[in-house]
């Protein structure tokens, strides 16, 4: 969670400032957040939502996030109670498979995951070295 808030927060920085993204969380001082970059402190569960939307960010990644903190919620024992928690971009790939598949039950072996999970990284590879060509500009 500290990784993921120290890199986020540094990607919004050119948009809005520390003490922004705290007040649009509901923190009247920015130096909570300086609290959980450093991993001193953790995201309390009912601030997810709020800090999520300040950050632009799933506000589903961020609760995966906050329950994997150290004594937090062991997200399989969630994952068993409530079902697996998805994030917006996960639900996109399940419509687009639903969609391909006509509505049709997903009906998919151990190869054809893997073959759609190879096709996955694939595409991350080119994102990376488009972004790294963009960068060089």
Request: glycine residues 6%; aromatic residues 4%.
């Amino acid at each position: 969670m500290a990784e993921f808030l120290r890199r986020r927060i540094d990607e919004l920085s050119s948009r809005k400032s520390q003490r922004e993204i705290a007040l649009e969380a509901g923190y009247e001082k920015p130096n909570i957040l300086s609290m959980f970059k450093r991993g001193e402190t953790k995201v309390p569960f009912d601030k997810v939502p709020a800090l999520a939307d300040a950050l632009e960010v799933d506000p589903n990644h961020l609760l995966r996030l906050q329950m994997e903190q150290p004594g937090g919620y062991d997200p399989k024992v969630i994952d068993k109670m409530l079902g697996q928690i998805t994030t917006s971009g996960e639900r996109k790939v399940i419509a687009a498979l639903r969609e391909a598949n006509e509505g049709h039950d997903l009906d998919l072996g151990d190869k054809e995951v893997r073959e759609l999970a190879d096709s996955y990284r694939k595409i991350l590879t080119k994102r990376a070295a488009a972004k790294k060509v963009a960068q060089s500009a």
